[in-house]
């Protein structure tokens, strides 16, 4: 064999060494920037967890902060951008993820807020813990809101509008499980003052609070409650002119995406105040169902968020 065919040969082998190892490369980078994606959500619920446990202790609220990211997601004509970098996300055409897509869709944008609004209410434990403690402790009425995303549309964006986005989550599983986005975020069980019934006649916590609360709603109940809360003696007649005053605005549940306005995915978190509730279950003599809070996660336009929140949130975008 002459030595230029081995050579050749040998060269052949050393560039499909070389494509193999690139394809590897770019293969167990992907993996890398998924499990660290995955990595910062779980150091957020984690530090969330240890807040819930210290807001039990005296002065607890110094002991752990949150660590916990705002996510900024841009939508473009032709990708996602999440803090800065592309994200691959689902193409109902392609049925499959994909860095690049020929125009930017409903069903995309909603994929992509619907995820965002999952990671969000997870993190915060799904709203099954007592979060957020405020020093003030005759703040009983505080709502504190969590930015979890900060979303807005680039100028290249073509389509004035995006829409169907609440249905969307009724109609769609989350990746890797049964239970739809909105079953997930509204109907699975969290902390809830609403969840006694005859209080409010609803479906569950999540469409109770985004009716918004009515003063007559909750006059007209006040009878209704000290009887079913007779045993918390004192803090229903002290709770009742509070349960009366209490409102918010309704949530825009069939919330449609303009190209020219800001956007977040915000955990909310209403009810007394972690201090309050030390006292409460004192007084109550530790009787959980004598104080209230409840934990709400969806999207909101950014001119609207101030009418459900008291006090702000926010992490690092890094």
């Not at 394809?23 to 910062?40: P, Q």
């Not at 530090?47 to 949150?66: F, H, K, M, R, W």
């Not at 915000?266 to 959980?288: A, C, D, M, N, P």
Request: hydrophobic share 35%; with cysteine.
């Amino acid at each position: 064999m002459r030595r230029a065919d081995i050579n050749m040969k040998a060269l052949i082998g050393i560039i499909v060494v070389l494509l193999v190892l690139i394809v590897l490369a770019g293969f167990y980078t992907k993996i890398a920037d998924s499990i660290l994606k995955k990595a910062d959500r779980e150091i957020c619920r984690a530090s969330v967890l240890a807040q819930s446990v210290a807001i039990i202790v005296p002065s607890g609220e110094n002991l752990v902060t949150p660590d916990c990211k705002t996510y900024n997601v841009v939508f473009f004509e032709d990708h996602v951008e999440i803090n800065g970098k592309t994200a691959e996300v689902y193409d109902a055409r392609k049925n499959d993820y994909v860095k690049k897509f020929n125009g930017l869709t409903d069903d995309i944008v909603n994929r992509v807020v619907a995820e965002e609004l999952r990671w969000c209410w997870y993190q915060f434990l799904e709203g099954k813990k007592s979060l957020f403690n405020i020093n003030n402790i005759w703040s009983s009425t505080e709502r504190t809101c969590f930015l979890c995303s900060e979303i807005t549309f680039d100028k290249s964006v073509q389509s004035n509008q995006f829409k169907g986005f609440y249905e969307y989550t009724k109609d769609t599983a989350m990746p890797n499980s049964n239970l739809t986005y909105y079953q997930y975020y509204a109907e699975e069980p969290r902390k809830c003052i609403w969840r006694y019934e005859g209080i409010i006649n609803a479906d569950n916590c999540w469409e109770a609070y985004a009716q918004g609360i009515s003063n007559n709603i909750f006059t007209s109940t006040v009878q209704h409650f000290k009887e079913f809360f007779s045993h918390c003696s004192d803090i229903v007649t002290t709770f009742s002119t509070y349960w009366s005053s209490v409102s918010h605005d309704p949530v825009v549940k069939d919330v449609v995406f303009e190209k020219d306005k800001k956007y977040v995915v915000g955990f909310i978190r209403e009810g007394v105040t972690s201090r309050y509730l030390q006292f409460l279950k004192w007084i109550s003599s530790g009787s959980e169902d004598c104080y209230f809070e409840t934990y709400f996660a969806y999207v909101f336009s950014y001119e609207h968020l101030q009418y459900h929140c008291s006090s702000m949130m926010r992490g690092s975008a890094k």
